[in-house]
């Protein structure tokens, strides 16, 4: 169970998260949606660690990653993690094989030699194969994410952080994808968080949904209940609309000068 | 005026200070790792031949040509004075054994080594691949600080004996095509008036290029931020605080070992 409460992460002087109070069971998938910027992977990161909220603690079956002091605990805690990273983080300097089997040797006890099928296993997880010798740079941006994807569940980790894994997918490859997310919830009762702007992909993993916005959680609820939600923000954002609340702000500021910048044929 | 004068050197004092602190930081969590001894071997070899198949060549041909160009200052001075090149090996050997070859081969390698690792541990940050290390179950500071520092350790003090050699050779050159100084007379110069502390006294300083070198640049390289634009700015940092702390360090390291007598 990964629960939140109160969460504040600020950088400097900007505060991203603002108080996210959010709780995950055990078995469930939660699919947070929300702007671009408004602090999704940045939650991800203080659930697993690599930030340290300002305020506000993150427990994960009652351990808290932040009061960790020895470096043992905190790599015990990280452990239980798999953690698709939005740009996929792939070690360049190391073959596709080489980088889903890198986290084998420090979590598991799996001897080497079946490292190798078990690459091609995940590939084929992911709907890869023959890539096994392959650089990072030799593959498009979908195979990339991919295969980080096929390297954050190697390991089989009880938790599984997905940082907009369908991004950069076609749409049948996506769907893929989001059946693979479902399979490894209901066949391995993996606990996992989704982080998406495809909102096809949302309401087919989803347990619940929560919308992130100005920092906060704005709402939290199942699929029907977002899909139906009465609040003109999340509408606007299921929908996929520039009118609406959300951008209206965003106009007062921005799109209005940049707007009329545009009408001036550039000129300024 | 003042004011914002005052502020940005205040600024860049606590800004100093934070680096300061966060490279103590990494230095005591990469001493706490070496006593732990859970080493990547495999990592270390590879950092090991990479550093110094890369700058083999480049520290060999500046000591060589150092060499050199002591050899033809000290034939010509001592040819003002005495009328004919006086203890050319001797001079060339001294100064190459005891500071030239130690303090050049760092600054060398740094530029070499040092900014290739800035530059690749940088890229790695801004990527995220640090980050996914530690999600992967390892430690960037077992992963690739330890193995990076420990290369440094063996083959700093390696090419500094190669270039040692390599330098004298210079000499030699110069002293035989320049001034006709018989070879035998070059290396009597040589072994007459050297003895083995000598020697010592400029391999022990090497270790403490190394250590630096290989921490300055480490240390630069995880630390950076900001994209294309910060890996470059970390690589630059990460030579130019080498080679001063290198000239720096030499005179603290040298004043250390006269004072325990290794001169
Ligand atoms: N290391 C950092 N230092 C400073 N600011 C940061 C850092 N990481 C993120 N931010 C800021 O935090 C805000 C939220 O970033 P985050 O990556 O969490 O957004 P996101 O919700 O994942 O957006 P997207 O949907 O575009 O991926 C951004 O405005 C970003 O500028
Ligand atoms: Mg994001």
């Known amino acids: ?268 | 005026m003042i004011e914002s004068a005052l502020a940005s050197f205040g600024g860049g004092l606590l800004a100093l200070a934070e680096e300061t602190g966060q490279f103590i930081l990494l230095s005591r969590s990469t001493l706490r790792w070496l006593v732990r001894g859970r080493i990547e071997w495999r990592q270390t070899l590879i950092q090991m031949s990479r550093i110094g198949v890369d700058s083999l060549p480049v520290t060999a041909m500046t000591s060589f040509f150092t060499g050199m160009v002591l050899a033809l200052q000290t034939g010509a001075t001592s040819k003002h004075f005495f009328n004919t090149p006086l203890f050319v090996g001797t001079v060339v050997a001294f100064s190459i054994v005891m500071e030239l070859g130690p303090v050049m081969t760092a600054i060398v390698v740094a530029g070499r080594a040092g900014a290739a690792i800035a530059a690749e541990l940088g890229t790695m940050k801004v990527t995220e691949q640090i980050d996914a290390l530690y999600t992967l179950g390892t430690d960037p500071v077992r992963y690739l600080v330890i193995p990076r520092l420990l290369a440094f350790l063996v083959v700093l003090p390696l090419l500094t004996v190669i270039s040692d050699f390599t330098g004298i050779l210079g000499g030699l050159f110069v002293s035989q095509v320049k001034y006709d100084i018989p070879a035998i007379v070059y290396w009597h110069d040589i072994v007459d008036n050297m003895e083995v502390r000598h020697f010592v006294h400029g391999f022990l300083k090497t270790f403490v290029f190394a250590w630096t070198v290989a921490m300055v640049s480490n240390y630069k390289g995880v630390s950076t931020r900001g994209g294309a634009e910060g890996v470059g700015r970390s690589t630059t940092a990460a030579v130019v605080v080498s080679m001063t702390l290198v000239l720096v360090l030499d005179y603290f390291a040298t004043a250390l070992l006269n004072a325990a007598g290794i001169t």
């Open chain 1, 1 to 268: 169970m990964i629960e939140a409460k109160g969460v504040v992460k600020s950088f400097g002087s900007r505060t991203i998260l603002r108080g996210i109070d959010l709780r995950v069971e055990t078995g469930e998938t939660l699919v947070i949606i929300g702007g671009s910027g408004c602090g999704k992977s940045t939650f991800l990161k203080c659930v697993i660690g690599l930030h340290a909220p300002t305020s506000g603690t993150v427990a994960v079956d009652g351990i808290e990653v932040a009061k960790l002091q020895d470096e043992h605990d905190i790599a015990d805690y990280r452990r239980r993690f798999g953690y698709l990273f939005q740009e996929g983080a792939l070690f360049d300097s190391m073959t596709v094989a080489e980088n889903i089997v890198f986290g084998l040797k420090y979590l598991t006890d799996i001897p080497r030699s079946k490292y190798r099928s078990i690459a091609s296993e995940c590939l084929a997880l992911v709907g890869l194969k023959d890539v096994e010798d392959f650089k990072p740079s030799e593959l498009s941006g979908g195979m990339k994410k991919r295969v980080a994807l096929a390297r954050s569940i190697a390991a089989r980790p009880s938790y599984i952080l997905y940082d907009e894994p369908t991004t950069g997918l076609d749409p049948i490859m996506s769907d893929v994808i989001n059946d693979l997310i479902l399979d490894l919830q209901k066949q391995l009762k993996i606990t996992s968080i989704v982080v998406t702007h495809d909102m096809k992909a949302a309401y087919k993993v989803a347990g619940r949904i929560a919308m992130f916005h100005e920092g906060r959680v704005l709402q939290i609820g199942s699929p029907d209940e977002i899909r139906r939600s009465s609040d003109p923000r999340v509408r606007q954002f299921v929908d996929g609309s520039s009118q609406g609340p959300i951008k209206m702000k965003l106009k007062e500021f921005d799109a209005e000068g940049s707007q009329a910048h545009l009408a001036s044929g550039g000129k300024s």
